[in-house]
């Protein structure tokens, strides 16, 4: 039985340090925020043959005064333009300007509405969060019987620094992505960071819940031994759970549309964290200031 408290301040040394680097990428690259929330438009077209070069491109276009003009290719034909935003008629110049092309996909989202989307995105997250304690707290409840009272609160605070803990380096690892590849964040990002949320305090409660089955099984206060134990348990369910879903992410990933790529991406990153810290986050803050115990 491999004896995973032992190396608790080596898995939260690991984790402080992925931390820490993300946190930095934030401070200092930031997040390259897409159309969804700060405003602007999205053109994909597809030439009937190899499509020109970037500055070809640029060039056609540039009587129009688009501003800053960003040129995704998506394989040899497609490619995927954004730019300021701009009215239905410019949006038709556009298309006239670029000559025999086929247009793939439109968008067009306004500055008030992507701050409005921002604003919801941070709501959403903080009542998820919120939500996840209360219920966290709530299911646990009955360790009071076992250990001093308000045990189940470092439960639904133990779930929610994990939870925090990937988001955090997901963050950092597209801000860090946004900085380098220009990887640009939009509303499918936030769906993917509720699904994490989701998938992370799953796996963290499966967890717990053995913890908690083998607290009131054998009535111990030998938490160290009983933490070791439930995770021995639970870990080729947590393994084979992850890998299983990565593969499935991974042939979408590689087979998919672009479209989907930094949803799909940061869905993998997502479960690689959540999986880590439901281990060596969750797990270890169970017996923060009470080693002795």
């Known amino acids: 039985m491999f004896d995973f408290v032992s190396h608790g301040k080596k898995f939260l040394l690991i984790s402080g340090v992925f931390l820490l680097i993300s946190i930095l990428a934030l401070f200092v690259f930031g997040l390259k925020l897409g159309i969804d929330f700060k405003g602007g438009?999205?053109?994909?077209?597809?030439?009937?043959?190899?499509?020109?070069?970037?500055?070809?491109?640029?060039?056609q276009l540039d009587s129009l005064g688009l501003g800053e003009i960003n040129i995704q290719s998506t394989g040899t034909k497609s490619v995927i333009l954004r730019f300021a935003e701009v009215s239905e008629d410019v949006h038709q110049q556009i298309l006239d300007n670029l000559g025999d092309v086929q247009?793939?996909?439109?968008?067009?989202?306004?500055?008030?509405?992507?701050?409005?989307?921002?604003?919801?995105?941070?709501?959403?997250?903080?009542?998820?969060?919120?939500?996840?304690?209360?219920?966290?707290?709530?299911?646990?409840?009955?360790?009071?019987?076992?250990?001093?009272?308000?045990?189940?609160?470092?439960?639904?605070?133990?779930?929610?620094?994990?939870?925090?803990?990937?988001?955090?380096?997901?963050?950092?690892?597209?801000?860090?992505?946004?900085?380098?590849?220009?990887?640009?964040?939009?509303?499918?990002?936030?769906?993917?960071?509720?699904?994490?949320?989701?998938?992370?305090?799953?796996?963290?409660?499966?967890?717990?819940?053995?913890?908690?089955?083998?607290?009131?099984?054998?009535?111990?206060?030998?938490?160290?031994?009983?933490?070791?134990?439930?995770?021995?348990?639970?870990?080729?369910?947590?393994?084979n759970t992850s890998l299983t879903t990565l593969f499935v992410l991974l042939a979408i990933y590689l087979f998919g549309g672009v479209a989907t790529q930094s949803f799909i991406l940061a869905m993998m990153v997502g479960i690689i964290t959540g999986t880590w810290s439901s281990i060596a986050v969750a797990s270890q803050f169970l017996l923060f200031k009470r080693k002795k115990q």
């Open 103 to 239: 247009e793939e996909r439109y968008e067009s989202v306004g500055p008030v509405i992507g701050r409005e989307a921002s604003r919801k995105a941070k709501y959403a997250i903080i009542l998820s969060l919120i939500a996840i304690i209360l219920y966290v707290t709530w299911a646990f409840r009955k360790l009071s019987r076992v250990l001093e009272k308000g045990e189940s609160w470092r439960y639904g605070i133990g779930a929610t620094i994990a939870l925090a803990h990937d988001v955090l380096i997901l963050l950092g690892f597209f801000a860090i992505l946004g900085y380098f590849k220009g990887v640009e964040i939009n509303v499918y990002f936030v769906t993917a960071i509720l699904t994490v949320l989701g998938y992370s305090v799953n796996d963290t409660i499966v967890i717990y819940d053995r913890i908690r089955e083998n607290l009131l099984l054998h009535r111990s206060k030998n938490l160290s031994g009983t933490i070791n134990l439930s995770l021995n348990e639970t870990i080729t369910r947590s393994l």
């Open 41 to 59: 438009s999205i053109l994909q077209i597809q030439y009937p043959e190899e499509r020109p070069v970037n500055s070809e491109i640029i060039k």
